[in-house]
């Protein structure tokens, strides 16, 4: 039986889709690829089709997930007066439901440690997939020039992926919302300095 043309393109995107949250919610080490092939009723080689190493898998998953998460930031953004963008994004970000939902939230908070130990040819092309995401948010952060907004949108997202990492182990709830709390009120000032 022969395929129609568009379901290899469809097929390699439910792989990226279903990898992008199997990474981020058990890391590459994890999230094998027979596994994960075999959850989405597909044959162990029927991925090299698709991609060439799961390193080729894990840029592609990197960056839906980066594109999931500014789906969801743009969202925070809908019916936002002028000037509050800012402060919606940073309570969008470390709100309860992000720091609760490991597998869809931040791939930074959930697999940087990770990154840093793949090989450079993967981390360099990280790296532009992040610096794009992170221009993307600058617009949003006040600074006299583009590159002191970058630089800013750059802390912040460290700052704030390192924050939901310390919020996932606080166990007691209510200390875990405080904490975010606190973090939400720190980053909106300081990012307005």
Same mark, same amino acid.
């Given at each position: 039986m022969r395929y129609p043309s568009e379901h290899k393109q469809q097929t390699r995107q439910r792989i990226v889709k279903a990898a992008s949250r199997r990474f981020r919610s058990r890391g590459t080490e994890g @999230? $094998?690829?027979? $596994?994960l092939m075999h959850d989405l009723r597909l044959t162990h080689g029927g991925f090299y089709r698709h991609f060439d190493n799961k390193e080729e898998l894990f840029i592609e998953a990197f960056g839906e997930s980066l594109e999931d998460l500014s789906r969801n930031m743009r969202s925070a953004l809908e019916d936002v007066p002028p000037g509050d963008e800012l402060k919606a994004l940073i309570n969008r970000y470390l709100s309860g439901e992000h720091s609760d939902n490991v597998a869809g939230?931040? /791939? *930074? +908070? $959930?697999? &940087? @440690? =990770? *990154? &840093?130990?793949? /090989? /450079?040819? $993967? !981390? &360099? +092309?990280l790296l532009q997939i992040l610096k794009s995401h992170i221009a993307k948010t600058a617009k949003f952060i006040p600074g006299a020039t583009e590159e002191e907004r970058v630089r800013k949108a750059r802390v912040l997202l460290s700052g704030m992926a390192g924050t939901l990492?310390?919020? !996932? *182990?606080? *166990?007691? =709830?209510g200390q875990r919302r405080q904490f975010l709390e606190d973090a939400k009120k720190f980053y909106f000032e300081a990012a307005q300095k």
């Open positions: @999230a $094998t690829i027979g $596994t939230g931040c /791939p *930074v +908070a $959930t697999l &940087a @440690a =990770e *990154v &840093a130990r793949r /090989p /450079p040819k $993967t !981390r &360099a +092309a990492n310390i919020a !996932r *182990v606080i *166990v007691d =709830e």
